[in-house]
């Protein structure tokens, strides 16, 4: 059955007189299984009354008999953890974990099971209309309840719900997506399943729209917003604190750990359009020396490097000076004991603090670079420029706001989900 079938259908007493209709329908969350139908609220002229599943004859559409000729009218008054179905979750959003989007609930699937009816799948596809009128509800294929988190940002639930594991368990760009896209009851709640795990939010924070990005942090302590830089790159930790007001920054970078503030601080006296502006701060160098199987395991251990910069294995002298760079893919390609002097390219395409990101971007793409070397006037090694740095730094901001491609449960999106059509923030 449809919850949209059973909603207005009439209450009937032992002797036939209708009693009421249909107003909503309980359910009882049970972590990980199907909701329960734990009774129904009906309405009696102006009251809204409960009434007990065991108390129904049969759970069925048309209209519903009552083995007693009388009902309890106490107004209907929600208990704790109880789910209203068309009141909490038609017309509501929830998340679709397949794929990572904000979508919304349209009608309700009933089935019986041994326990009793329960709630097994969801349609969230809009329904068609006719002239201005909905069409007959149930049309569409139902997905299964388990696909999607419900009831985000649904106050009366929050203590009786499973926290959201599977949304820790999705990419930051697609948290980023979700909190974009939702409302501020919403995003709050994915923030604080987020914030359970300090390196996950502080890659979401990464991946967030600038704008929302400042206002989130407007909610947060100075020492609270720290703690997300301290966590975050360094040069997307600078963009953040350069979008905080004016007078707050002094205090998020006091509360800072010093060895991120000295990074922060670093990159913050670099022109933001320019190479020393985008550039990371965190790479791995070898020395000439080095062979090719030290140099591979030292990647396979730097866990706490962004997996971007470790494309690249930078070969420099005592001084830092730059003499060479050799891929990873170079360096698997070589034999074991290779030094890094052998197999490394010894000049290397390199910019300097100072050149403009579009110079960048043209460079990278002439030669067909993935990461692209800073080095001072000395040639001293002072950043990295991976390639997600130059392409979030030449997107122009209004093709970041493009409208997504239409899912492909609605009617235009035709076999989108084949192609595959995640966003990215």
């Not at 953040?240 to 000295?262: I, W």
Request: hydrophobic content about 45%.
């Amino acid at each position: 059955m449809h919850l949209a079938g059973l909603l207005g259908c009439p209450l009937l007493s032992s002797t036939g007189e209708a009693v009421g209709k249909v107003d909503d329908l309980i359910v009882r969350l049970r972590g990980g299984d199907y909701p329960l139908v734990t009774g129904l609220v009906a309405r009696v002229g102006k009251r809204r009354v409960f009434i007990p599943v065991s108390e129904i004859a049969e759970l069925r559409t048309g209209n519903m008999l009552l083995p007693r000729a009388r009902v309890d009218l106490r107004s209907f008054e929600r208990r704790d953890g109880e789910v209203l179905l068309r009141e909490d979750i038609l017309g509501h959003r929830l998340i679709d974990v397949a794929d990572a989007e904000l979508v919304r609930a349209w009608d309700i699937e009933l089935r019986p099971s041994e326990e009793g009816w329960v709630v097994s799948c969801l349609d969230t596809r809009r329904p068609a209309r006719l002239f201005g009128l909905v069409r007959t509800p149930g049309g569409h294929p139902c997905r299964d309840w388990k696909a999607f988190e419900p009831l985000v940002g649904h106050t009366p639930s929050a203590l009786v719900r499973a926290p959201f594991g599977r949304v820790r368990r999705l990419k930051p760009a697609q948290i980023a997506n979700l909190i974009e896209d939702a409302s501020r009851q919403e995003g709050e709640e994915i923030l604080d399943v987020v914030h359970a795990d300090p390196e996950l939010e502080a890659d979401v924070f990464e991946e967030l729209n600038p704008d929302l990005a400042a206002r989130l942090f407007g909610d947060k302590s100075d020492g609270e917003v720290a703690e997300v830089l301290a966590h975050m790159r360094a040069d997307d930790a600078a963009d953040a604190l350069t979008d905080l007001p004016q007078n707050r920054r002094q205090a998020v970078l006091d509360a800072l750990p010093l060895a991120a503030r000295a990074r922060i601080l670093t990159l913050l006296g670099f022109n933001a359009t320019s190479a020393g502006g985008i550039m990371g701060i965190e790479f791995l160098t070898g020395p000439p020396d080095e062979t090719v199987e030290v140099a591979v395991q030292r990647i396979r251990d730097a866990e706490r490097v962004q997996p971007e910069a470790l494309l690249t294995m930078h070969v420099v002298d005592e001084v830092r000076r730059l003499m060479g760079t050799v891929t990873v893919i170079g360096l698997l390609q070589a034999t074991g004991d290779c030094t890094l002097a052998e197999v490394a390219d010894a000049d290397p395409v390199r910019v300097t603090p100072d050149t403009d990101v579009v110079d960048v971007a043209l460079l990278m793409a002439d030669y067909n670079l993935m990461t692209v070397p800073v080095v001072d006037d000395d040639n001293r090694l002072i950043g990295v420029i991976t390639v997600d740095d130059i392409l979030e730094a030449t997107i122009p901001d209004d093709w970041r706001r493009r409208e997504p491609p239409p899912h492909p449960d609605s009617p235009e999106g035709g076999d989108a989900r084949a192609a595959g059509s995640t966003s990215a923030s």
